[in-house]
């Protein structure tokens, strides 16, 4: 294959270099990326601080929802207990499930991903360090708030998957669902967040020479996560916004009496509900993958078909939405589609776990810590997986609904397919950020208390489900035979407690965290970069890589590295710095200039926090002060960024000179703007399915749209605002003030144009609480303001920045994302006009 | 793009004939018409599925990146054939 981007592979041939490293090079580094001190681990943005940060908060909420569980299990331990009365345990249980899923599973592997992906691509930090802080704090002050609500009683009580009506505001008339619907929905822009970061760093920020068939298995995992983070996530956002407004100002999106429809959200939760699975499953497999190499002392077997079933298991898990909703009454031809995609899904699952038991069967694996780890994981993973395709069978499926043996099921799946995984990569990595490992002969007894716990507790359930024990029950009458099997599960949920307990006990123990000052080292003998040496700025040099194990194939590579003999061996600026690459070939592009600690990313996610629980508990207007201030911090933040600096070209190593600023597609700025257009784009879809949704199910409350014909002039200035945005990147050429002025008219026009549009809708006496049509109508046009508040916003953030010389000529990568911005604005605006008034036309 | 197209071929042809399959379904019932248009629809999505094949197969690839994209590609189309396949028979057994 050629070039990708005119670079010369045979550059990579003057590396290592040869020769003494300049004095002080080394020291000028460490004085660049130095520790923190005192307040400043609150500004820190570094991503061994970030993602250890990250890990650890992950892994408390894994503690506080592992005691809700042994708590439910006391309960159910014996019939008519009253331990936990029926109201709170029902708190329990939906806070159970939802900070698992939520405030653990999602964070913990998008937090290994932060800590271990710069290492293991050899970039000095991810590309967007700011925003991975901001991530970071967003989550964890939200979901500790979140989480207080328990101790007040005013935790949610729907369910961890919340469905209307029985979370509407008839049946739930309290706040609690508020704290799930605005708590939840807030946290997802924080995991949305790390998922760009993650696409961006992956795609972008590799070393030299790692193309896409060299790049370690767990990077790939990482990637497609991310990606279905993008996918998945808009939905329940839309969801949970539809819900919210619902229950705040009466428009029935799922309330069947007015034109709505329940099942709505059954379809907007599931599309993001179970590919949350496979969010959480994927990059668990990818450290299992990374894992079972090192154990092994072999190359993972089918590399190239992991890759692809990862990419596949990606694709399929978007269409078993449904197979949750096949007590729903769906047609037999729909249920019957989703039934085989479920059983498809199993294909490429099961690619993956051949390739493991391969991988340990040709070579000498060993049963340490994390061998034993990821055995036990590949056996409850399967066993898990097989119920999974049972569950995928129809008749079966009506049968088990709602039963434990779901609870057995979903339990096997993640404790299998994510938990136990993260705890191989515990003892696996730990010695990469800890000056001592875990202890080996403890973890043989937290292996054992956690396998056998789990099974001893999650086994019986299968049978009691199967007995007619439903989900949810906060007691049950004796004698239907479920004392038995209840008991066991109890003494084994205890276990698997005890077993992590043992495991606390173990990292109080050894775990001496310490970056950038010395760690245990590569105790297990792992093959790929993550395992150089290296400080707070990762590795001293960036190496070139050549193969996938490249400390497996090159046992100098470290001393060379170490010594400065590859890629910036020093800072070629003074400033944080790292290499921007190509997305397939990974051929060096251009020095990106990184952001250092700054305190607004903290003060943004502290007012966004603010702002989403200061509404759950009706404060508006410290809600909206709030608002405010996060803006105001975001901009504050932003504002440091997109500077030139003096030199365009610098050496990166052995006289290899790449600019240092970039614009257009080229630049991560571009990638990751576009990245949060798909976002939005994906929350619009959505929202216009729900549209469509409602008009099939309840055409009864349809009122013929207004014609096409009435909203020329509104699709006129939607393409005359496209057009503007256009010629505002085109004029930056000529002055920087018109450039702005075509920007801020872009954004002015896309704003008639949707006042014109809800005028439209106006005039024809559709109301938003009257029926679901105009629920949905004006949801979409709220979806429109959204944007075209933003797109005004960056307007006049831009022209601020001109007005202070702030705007290179002739490309400028502010302008840049508000011109993508703008246009995207336009776009959706001119989409959603003709859709409103296509659906239904022809009733 | 090429590349990602390349390798995503197989995926991104099963990803689009589920949701015209679910689309169908949804939207037009599960009568003879709905699983006419589902039966074109699988025909047609095979029928992409071996053009594109059949295309990367006559593709040079050299060693290294090439010849993996040429390998994940022609494994995502083998994939997307058996789940197109597989899930269109729905339309036909039910």
Same mark, same amino acid.
């Given at each position: 294959m050629r070039s990708e981007t005119g670079f010369?592979? =045979? @550059?990579?041939?003057? *590396?290592?270099?040869?020769g003494p490293r300049p004095e002080g090079e080394e020291e000028e580094l460490r004085r660049i990326w130095c520790k923190p001190k005192g307040w400043e681990y609150l500004t820190v943005v570094n991503n061994n601080y970030v993602g250890i940060y990250y890990l650890g908060t992950a892994f408390l909420f894994f503690l506080l929802a592992g005691v809700l569980a042994l708590l439910m299990r006391a309960q159910l331990a =014996?019939?008519? @207990?009253?331990? @936990?009365p029926q109201g709170t345990y029902n708190q329990v249980f939906t806070m159970h499930g939802t900070v698992m899923m939520f405030l653990f599973a999602v964070p913990a592997v998008e937090a290994a991903g932060v800590l271990l992906l710069p290492q293991m691509l050899a970039a000095r930090d991810l590309p967007f360090p700011r925003l991975s802080a901001y991530a970071f704090w967003a989550y964890a002050v939200g979901g500790l708030c979140f989480f207080a609500s328990i101790f007040v009683g005013l935790a949610p009580d729907g369910g961890w998957f919340m469905y209307p009506p029985l979370t509407s505001k008839a049946y739930s008339p309290g706040i609690n669902t508020d704290f799930w619907l605005l708590g939840i929905g807030f946290i997802e822009i924080s995991a949305i967040a790390g998922a760009i970061e993650i696409i961006v760093g992956v795609l972008r920020t590799r070393a030299p020479g790692m193309s896409l068939d060299k790049m370690p298995i767990f990077a790939w995992a990482m990637l497609v996560f991310a990606v279905m983070i993008v996918i998945a996530f808009p939905s329940i956002i839309l969801g949970t916004l539809l819900l919210e407004i619902e229950r705040a @100002?009466?428009?029935?999106? *799922?309330?069947a009496t007015r034109g709505g429809d329940p099942l709505l959200w059954q379809h907007l939760f599931w599309f993001f509900g179970h590919p949350e699975v496979y969010i959480i499953f994927l990059p668990a497999a990818g450290m299992l993958s990374m894992i079972v190499a090192t154990v092994a002392r072999e190359a993972l077997v089918g590399y190239r078909l992991i890759v692809l079933a990862m990419v596949a298991t990606g694709f399929i898990s978007f269409g078993v939405w449904a197979h949750h909703m096949f007590t729903t009454g769906m047609p037999p031809m729909t249920t019957g589609f989703f039934s085989a995609a479920s059983m498809a899904v199993s294909l490429p699952a099961g690619i993956q776990v051949f390739s493991w038991i391969a991988t340990l069967a040709v070579g000498t694996p060993r049963f340490n810590a994390p061998g034993l780890f990821i055995l036990g994981s590949i056996v409850i993973f399967v066993a898990g997986g097989l119920t999974g395709v049972m569950v995928a069978m129809v008749p079966f499926d009506w049968q088990a609904h709602d039963s434990y043996f779901i609870v057995a099921h979903l339990h096997y799946v993640l404790i299998g397919g994510m938990v136990f995984p993260l705890f191989a990569a515990f003892y696996y990595w730990i010695p990469m950020v800890s000056r001592r490992a875990l202890s080996e002969r403890l973890a043989k007894w937290v292996f054992g208390l956690m396998f056998a716990g789990m099974n001893i507790a999650f086994l019986p359930m299968h049978l009691a489900g199967l007995q007619g024990m439903p989900r949810r029950v906060y007691t049950y009458l004796p004698g239907q035979g479920l004392e038995l099997p209840n008991l066991i599960s109890t003494i084994g949920a205890f276990m698997l407690g005890a077993g992590v307990l043992l495991f606390l006990v173990d990292l109080a123990r050894n775990f001496r965290l310490a970056p950038g000052e010395g760690n245990a080292g590569n105790v297990y003998g792992g093959g790929t970069l993550e395992w150089l040496p290296s400080e707070l700025y990762s590795t001293r040099s960036i190496p070139v890589v050549k193969s996938r194990e490249p400390l497996w194939d090159d046992p100098a590579l470290g001393d060379d590295v170490a010594a400065g003999r590859y890629f910036l061996p020093g800072s070629a600026t003074g400033l944080r710095e790292t290499i921007v690459t190509s997305p397939l070939l990974a051929e060096p592009q251009y020095l990106q200039i990184m952001p250092g600690p700054s305190g607004w990313p903290f003060a943004a996610a502290i007012f966004t926090a603010g702002f989403f629980l200061a509404l759950t508990v009706q404060a508006y207007g410290f809600a909206w002060a709030s608002g405010v201030f996060a803006i105001i911090a975001v901009l504050r933040w932003l504002w440091e960024t997109d500077r030139r600096v003096e030199a365009e070209r610098v050496d990166i190593g052995a006289g290899i000179e790449v600019p240092t600023y970039v614009t257009g597609p080229s630049s991560h700025g571009w990638w990751a703007m576009v990245i949060l257009l798909v976002v939005m784009g994906m929350i619009f879809v959505m929202a216009l399915f729900s549209l469509a949704f409602l008009w099939s199910n309840q055409p009864a409350f349809w009122m013929t749209p207004p014609p096409l014909g009435e909203a020329s002039v509104v699709l006129l200035l939607y393409g005359v605002a496209f057009l503007l945005a256009l010629a505002g990147r085109g004029a930056l050429r000529w002055r920087p003030s018109a450039s702005v002025a075509l920007l801020s008219a872009s954004a002015a026009a896309s704003a008639v144009a949707l006042w014109l549009d809800y005028r439209g809708w106006t005039h024809t006496g559709l109301v938003p609480q009257a029926t679901g049509q105009g629920a949905a109508i004006y949801a979409l046009q709220a979806l429109a303001a959204c944007a075209v508040a933003i797109g005004l916003l960056m307007a006049a953030y831009c022209a601020l920045r001109a007005a202070r010389a702030l705007v290179s000529q002739p490309r400028n990568n502010s302008i840049d994302l508000t011109v993508l911005l703008l246009g995207y604005t336009a776009t959706q605006g001119l989409v959603g006009a003709i859709f409103g008034r296509l659906i239904g036309a022809g009733a | 793009m090429k590349s990602w197209l390349i390798l995503l071929a197989g995926l991104l042809i099963w990803a689009a004939h589920f949701f015209l399959l679910y689309g169908i379904g949804e939207f037009a019932g599960d009568g003879r018409a709905a699983r006419i248009a589902v039966g074109l629809a699988t025909i047609g999505a095979l029928g992409l599925v071996a053009a594109i094949g059949w295309r990367i197969g006559r593709m040079y690839a050299a060693a290294g990146f090439a010849s993996w994209r040429r390998g994940v590609a022609f494994f995502g189309l083998v994939l997307g054939a058996v789940a197109i396949l597989w899930q269109s028979l729905p339309a036909i057994i039910v």
């Amino acid at each position: 294959m050629r070039s990708e981007t005119g670079f010369d592979p =045979a @550059l990579y041939d003057r *590396f290592p270099t040869k020769g003494p490293r300049p004095e002080g090079e080394e020291e000028e580094l460490r004085r660049i990326w130095c520790k923190p001190k005192g307040w400043e681990y609150l500004t820190v943005v570094n991503n061994n601080y970030v993602g250890i940060y990250y890990l650890g908060t992950a892994f408390l909420f894994f503690l506080l929802a592992g005691v809700l569980a042994l708590l439910m299990r006391a309960q159910l331990a =014996a019939p008519m @207990l009253e331990i @936990l009365p029926q109201g709170t345990y029902n708190q329990v249980f939906t806070m159970h499930g939802t900070v698992m899923m939520f405030l653990f599973a999602v964070p913990a592997v998008e937090a290994a991903g932060v800590l271990l992906l710069p290492q293991m691509l050899a970039a000095r930090d991810l590309p967007f360090p700011r925003l991975s802080a901001y991530a970071f704090w967003a989550y964890a002050v939200g979901g500790l708030c979140f989480f207080a609500s328990i101790f007040v009683g005013l935790a949610p009580d729907g369910g961890w998957f919340m469905y209307p009506p029985l979370t509407s505001k008839a049946y739930s008339p309290g706040i609690n669902t508020d704290f799930w619907l605005l708590g939840i929905g807030f946290i997802e822009i924080s995991a949305i967040a790390g998922a760009i970061e993650i696409i961006v760093g992956v795609l972008r920020t590799r070393a030299p020479g790692m193309s896409l068939d060299k790049m370690p298995i767990f990077a790939w995992a990482m990637l497609v996560f991310a990606v279905m983070i993008v996918i998945a996530f808009p939905s329940i956002i839309l969801g949970t916004l539809l819900l919210e407004i619902e229950r705040a @100002l009466g428009w029935p999106f *799922f309330d069947a009496t007015r034109g709505g429809d329940p099942l709505l959200w059954q379809h907007l939760f599931w599309f993001f509900g179970h590919p949350e699975v496979y969010i959480i499953f994927l990059p668990a497999a990818g450290m299992l993958s990374m894992i079972v190499a090192t154990v092994a002392r072999e190359a993972l077997v089918g590399y190239r078909l992991i890759v692809l079933a990862m990419v596949a298991t990606g694709f399929i898990s978007f269409g078993v939405w449904a197979h949750h909703m096949f007590t729903t009454g769906m047609p037999p031809m729909t249920t019957g589609f989703f039934s085989a995609a479920s059983m498809a899904v199993s294909l490429p699952a099961g690619i993956q776990v051949f390739s493991w038991i391969a991988t340990l069967a040709v070579g000498t694996p060993r049963f340490n810590a994390p061998g034993l780890f990821i055995l036990g994981s590949i056996v409850i993973f399967v066993a898990g997986g097989l119920t999974g395709v049972m569950v995928a069978m129809v008749p079966f499926d009506w049968q088990a609904h709602d039963s434990y043996f779901i609870v057995a099921h979903l339990h096997y799946v993640l404790i299998g397919g994510m938990v136990f995984p993260l705890f191989a990569a515990f003892y696996y990595w730990i010695p990469m950020v800890s000056r001592r490992a875990l202890s080996e002969r403890l973890a043989k007894w937290v292996f054992g208390l956690m396998f056998a716990g789990m099974n001893i507790a999650f086994l019986p359930m299968h049978l009691a489900g199967l007995q007619g024990m439903p989900r949810r029950v906060y007691t049950y009458l004796p004698g239907q035979g479920l004392e038995l099997p209840n008991l066991i599960s109890t003494i084994g949920a205890f276990m698997l407690g005890a077993g992590v307990l043992l495991f606390l006990v173990d990292l109080a123990r050894n775990f001496r965290l310490a970056p950038g000052e010395g760690n245990a080292g590569n105790v297990y003998g792992g093959g790929t970069l993550e395992w150089l040496p290296s400080e707070l700025y990762s590795t001293r040099s960036i190496p070139v890589v050549k193969s996938r194990e490249p400390l497996w194939d090159d046992p100098a590579l470290g001393d060379d590295v170490a010594a400065g003999r590859y890629f910036l061996p020093g800072s070629a600026t003074g400033l944080r710095e790292t290499i921007v690459t190509s997305p397939l070939l990974a051929e060096p592009q251009y020095l990106q200039i990184m952001p250092g600690p700054s305190g607004w990313p903290f003060a943004a996610a502290i007012f966004t926090a603010g702002f989403f629980l200061a509404l759950t508990v009706q404060a508006y207007g410290f809600a909206w002060a709030s608002g405010v201030f996060a803006i105001i911090a975001v901009l504050r933040w932003l504002w440091e960024t997109d500077r030139r600096v003096e030199a365009e070209r610098v050496d990166i190593g052995a006289g290899i000179e790449v600019p240092t600023y970039v614009t257009g597609p080229s630049s991560h700025g571009w990638w990751a703007m576009v990245i949060l257009l798909v976002v939005m784009g994906m929350i619009f879809v959505m929202a216009l399915f729900s549209l469509a949704f409602l008009w099939s199910n309840q055409p009864a409350f349809w009122m013929t749209p207004p014609p096409l014909g009435e909203a020329s002039v509104v699709l006129l200035l939607y393409g005359v605002a496209f057009l503007l945005a256009l010629a505002g990147r085109g004029a930056l050429r000529w002055r920087p003030s018109a450039s702005v002025a075509l920007l801020s008219a872009s954004a002015a026009a896309s704003a008639v144009a949707l006042w014109l549009d809800y005028r439209g809708w106006t005039h024809t006496g559709l109301v938003p609480q009257a029926t679901g049509q105009g629920a949905a109508i004006y949801a979409l046009q709220a979806l429109a303001a959204c944007a075209v508040a933003i797109g005004l916003l960056m307007a006049a953030y831009c022209a601020l920045r001109a007005a202070r010389a702030l705007v290179s000529q002739p490309r400028n990568n502010s302008i840049d994302l508000t011109v993508l911005l703008l246009g995207y604005t336009a776009t959706q605006g001119l989409v959603g006009a003709i859709f409103g008034r296509l659906i239904g036309a022809g009733a | 793009m090429k590349s990602w197209l390349i390798l995503l071929a197989g995926l991104l042809i099963w990803a689009a004939h589920f949701f015209l399959l679910y689309g169908i379904g949804e939207f037009a019932g599960d009568g003879r018409a709905a699983r006419i248009a589902v039966g074109l629809a699988t025909i047609g999505a095979l029928g992409l599925v071996a053009a594109i094949g059949w295309r990367i197969g006559r593709m040079y690839a050299a060693a290294g990146f090439a010849s993996w994209r040429r390998g994940v590609a022609f494994f995502g189309l083998v994939l997307g054939a058996v789940a197109i396949l597989w899930q269109s028979l729905p339309a036909i057994i039910v």
